[in-house]
């Protein structure tokens, strides 16, 4: 396996097994001979809790991941050519689907047995706004391998996008460039509305996803406890029939022994009858 596979695996794990992973691999690396491999796995960083959040949100859901990192390329395309209505609208967008896509890594860490705390969540949150500002941030995310959280100015308000609009140079009003601006940004965002709205979808029956999975998995726990009480009812009544059969067992075995006594003794009587029998009859003659 090389180091890529390695990082792969490790970074799927929890981040309280990650050292533990790492040194076996890095061993089992050296053990085969591979000291170079051996060495790029020791470079391996423990992620974060924020990263290793990030880096599951892409394991888990990665089809939601890629909407929303689509998106961002959309949004980025877009800023530049629409007006501050439409803008606003966008961001409005975005913040729903970032919040879509926090409430799933919060399942993924109770499901881990982890609690997100306000700091973790506020670095999470930065990191998917950094992929949502910027392709080289969105690429780090969507690789999986973050081991720490990523920053970025994010995208401008749409307030001070507005108020820095320049107004030199503009076609005038009703020209067919003016027209031909207009339909392009109308274009922009009509498609970056379209992704948002198949981004936010796919979220959101993700998070329907999880939680019926969540429900499947607390019916599949509560089902297998109720099992293990009855297999540990069952074993007690085998063991206590176990117990009593071996009782009857031994008494079976006192009474075979009582009757083989028993008929000994009276074959031993009914030959001292007889002898008696014939003794009276030898005497009378």
């Known amino acids: 396996m090389d180091i890529n596979g390695v990082a792969d695996q490790l970074y799927a794990l929890p981040p309280e097994e990650f050292t533990a992973a790492r040194t076996v691999s890095e061993q089992e690396a050296k053990e085969n001979g591979d000291k170079q491999l051996a060495a790029a796995i020791h470079q391996l960083r423990r992620p974060t809790m924020g990263a290793w959040l990030a880096n599951q949100l892409v394991r888990e859901h990665a089809a939601e991941v890629q909407s929303f990192v689509g998106l961002g390329a959309s949004l980025r395309e877009a800023t530049a050519m629409l007006s501050g209505d439409q803008l606003r609208e966008l961001d409005r967008q975005r913040r729903q689907l970032v919040y879509a896509l926090m409430q799933q890594a919060r399942g993924l860490a109770s499901a881990a047995g982890h609690k997100v705390s306000q700091d973790t969540a506020s670095r999470l949150e930065d990191t998917l706004h950094a992929a949502l500002a910027d392709e080289r941030a969105a690429a780090q995310l969507t690789a999986g391998r ?43 965002l009509g498609r970056a509305e379209r992704d948002a709205q198949q981004a936010r979808a796919a979220v959101l029956d993700a998070a329907d996803g999880l939680e019926r999975a969540q429900t499947s998995a607390e019916r599949a726990r509560a089902a ?62």
Request: charged share 35%; aromatic share 0%; no cysteine.
């Open 224 to 285: 297998a406890q109720e099992a293990a009480e009855l297999v540990i009812g069952l074993r007690a009544k085998l063991d206590k029939a176990e117990v009593e059969a071996s009782l009857r067992e031994q008494e079976h075995q006192l009474a075979q022994t009582e009757l083989v006594r028993a008929d000994r003794t009276g074959r031993v009587a009914g030959q001292r009858l007889e002898e008696a029998v014939k003794r009276r009859v030898r005497l009378s003659q």
């Open 146 to 188: 973050l081991t720490e959280t990523l920053q970025g100015e994010g995208f401008p308000s749409t307030e001070a996008t507005s108020s820095t609009k320049l107004t030199t140079d503009l076609p005038s009003a009703g020209s067919p460039r003016d027209r031909s601006a207009e339909q392009r940004r109308a274009d922009q």
